[in-house]
C-alpha cells in the first residue's frame, strides 16, 4: 500500500498535484463548446441563429455529459475505496463494469440522436432554421457519442489511480484536435454548424483512444479480466449507491439550462437574453468544471483514505479540500472581472449585426455580475465532493436542488419581469449561491459520519500528547 503516493505523500501536496490536472482536464472539456460557439456565431449572418440552435441543444449535451460523470463519480469512489482496501477482485470487477455501463450509456444516447432529436428541438422553437440546425449537431453529437462517453470511463480509472496527469494529457489531445478542425470544417470546408458537431466528435474519439493507450499500455498496476466486463449487480449497485445521485446533480445542470431558458423567455427581451445566457452559460463552465476538478480530487483522495480509515489524513482532505476550491474558484473569478470585455469580444469577431453586438455587449455585463458568485459556488461544490467521498447520496443531490432551482429560478422570475431584466436578471446567480455555500456549510457541519470521524481524530491526538 505504500507504493500508492494517495496512503502517504502530505494531503494539501497531493490535492494541488492531483488535482490541477483534473482541473485542467475538466476546463478543457468546457472549452469543447465554448470553442464551438466562437466559431459558431462568427460564421456570418447564419451566426446569430446558430448560437441559438446550440442555445437550445446545449441541455442534451449536459444531460449527456451528467450521465457519463455521474457513471464516473460512482466508478471513481469504488475503485478509489477498493485501491484503499488493496482488494483485487473488487478492483478488476469495478474497472470491467464500467466499460460495460459505458456501452450501455452509448447506445441510449445513439436511440436518442436517430429518433428524438428532431421532435427535442421542435420543442425548443418554431423557428424553422434553428430546427434545422439544432437538429444536424444534436443527431451528429449523440450518435457518435463514443468519444464522449467512453472518455469519461476511462478518464475516472486514470483519475481513481492517481494517474491524473495522463488523463489531462488525453483531454488536451483532444481539444486540440477540436480546436483546429472547428476552423478547418467551419471556414475553410463551409460545412456549417455540421462542421462544429463533427470537429467535437473527433477531438473526443482522439481523447478516448489516447486514454485507453495510458490506461492499458503505460499504467497496468490495475488490471481487469476480460470476463470482468460482464455485468454484476453489486459492483454495479455499488457504482450507482453513489453514482445515482451525481448523475442527478449534473443533469440538473441540465434541467437547469431548460427552465432558465423558458424564464427568460418570459421578458420582452427573450432572444438577447437567451443568446447571451447561451454564451454565459458555457463561459461560466469553466469555473464549474474547475470546482467539479478538485471536487472528483477530494473525491478519490478522501475515499482512499477513508478506505483506509487514516483520521487525520481523512481530517486534513476535508479541511485543505475545501480551501483549495475556494482557492481556485476566487482566481477565475478575479480573472473573469478583468477579462470580461476581450472575452465576450471574441463572440463578436466578424460581421457585427445589431443583434449580436447587442449580446456580445451583455455578455460582458453577465460576466461581470455573474462572477462574483463563483466563490460561493466553489463551497458548495467542494463540501458536495466531501459528502459523495462519504458514499452520501441524498445531501450533495439537495445542494444541487438549492444552488440550480429552488433558490435560482424564483429570483430570477423576480428579476425577468423587471423593466431592464436583461441587465438584472444576472444577479439571481449571486444570490442563490450564496444562500446555496451557507445551507452547505451547515450540512457539513451537521453530518455524523463526518463529525465522528474528526472527534476520532482529536481522541487520537490527545491521547499521542498523553502517552508522551
Known sequence: MNENKMAFKPI????????????????????????????????????????????YVFPVQIFMIAIGVGTGIGINALLSRALGENDKKKIGLTLGNGIFLGCIIFLLFLFFGIFLSNLFMSLQTDDGTIINMGTKYLKIVTTLSIGAIGFNVFERFLQATGKTLYSTIAQISGALINILLDYIFIYPLNMGI????????????????????????????????LSDIFPNIKIIGGIYKVGWAAMFMQALLSINMFVMIRVFSLSSDAEIINGTYGIYYKISQIALFSCFGMSNTIISLLSFNVGMGEKYRIKACIKWGIINTIIIAGIITI??????????????????????????????????????????????ISIQGVLQAYRKSISPLIISLLRLIIFLVPFALIFVYQENAKNTVWWSFLIAESLTAFISILILRFNKDIKKNLIEDKKEQLNNVVMK
Open 12 to 55: 494539501n501536496k497531493l490535492l494541488w498535484t492531483m488535482g490541477l490536472p483534473i482541473v485542467l482536464s475538466m476546463v478543457l472539456q468546457a472549452l469543447y463548446n465554448v470553442v464551438d460557439t466562437i466559431f459558431v456565431i462568427n460564421m456570418g449572418e447564419e451566426g446569430v441563429k446558430a448560437n441559438l440552435a446550440l442555445t
Open 335 to 380: 480573472l473573469f472581472e478583468i477579462l470580461a470585455e476581450p472575452i465576450a469580444n471574441l463572440f463578436g469577431l466578424t460581421s457585427l449585426n445589431t443583434n449580436k453586438e447587442e449580446i456580445v455587449n451583455l455578455c460582458k455585463t453577465s460576466i461581470r455580475i455573474a462572477s462574483t458568485s463563483y466563490i460561493f459556488m466553489g463551497i458548495s
Open 194 to 225: 455540421s462542421g462544429a458537431a463533427y470537429a467535437t466528435i473527433i477531438g473526443q474519439i482522439t481523447s478516448l483512444i489516447v486514454a485507453i493507450i495510458f490506461h492499458y499500455f503505460f499504467y497496468k498496476e490495475v488490471k481487469h479480466k
